[in-house]
């Protein structure tokens, strides 16, 4: 029997979410705005919005938003972030950065974390391109690039630099970091942060 032809406009199911992410997705303030920069066909958004969070999606690829046109607590933004003007004006509860690096933005992206928020940031880093793509070290993170970018503004929880052999092996930087509440301000519940 000859297998059923596949739908052509049948939307692939996105990749997994990352493990890092989703081990520190429960730092995040109760239905906190999140924002999930470069989140192509929204792995993250997904998730987090299943956890309650009203997720902006941000990405210059109009097809991949498409994905996310429908869930429900996502909204979409396409935008170009390279070449074009920082298109936020808000802070946010959280700040998810997967398998993106365009280094002008960093003080940005960490500048967007609110008082008591938290950054999820994960990419390739130096030694990649050894073992695949990308290559170029102009999107290879430099050894301690992360921690640099957040010193003076966010306290780390947890940082990780090297070799991840999988589930696809690739060379990382990962961090989680907070941004530390309003001094005298006073949560209903205080985040924990205990691993």
Known sequence: MKPA?????????????SPWVLRFAPLIPARAEVLDLACGSGRHARVLAAMGHAVLGVDRDAVALQALRDVPGVRVLQADLENAPWPLRERFGAVVVTNYLWRALLPRIVGSVDPGGVLLYE???????SIGRPSNPQFLLRPGELLDA?????????YEDGFAPGPRPAFVQRICAVRESAPGAMAADPPKYNL
């Open 150 to 158: 957040v010193r003076g503004e966010l306290r780390v929880v947890a």
């Open 5 to 17: 032809a596949a739908d052509p406009h049948a939307q692939a199911s996105p990749p997994s979410p």
């Open 123 to 129: 990419t390739f880093a130096l030694g990649q391109s």
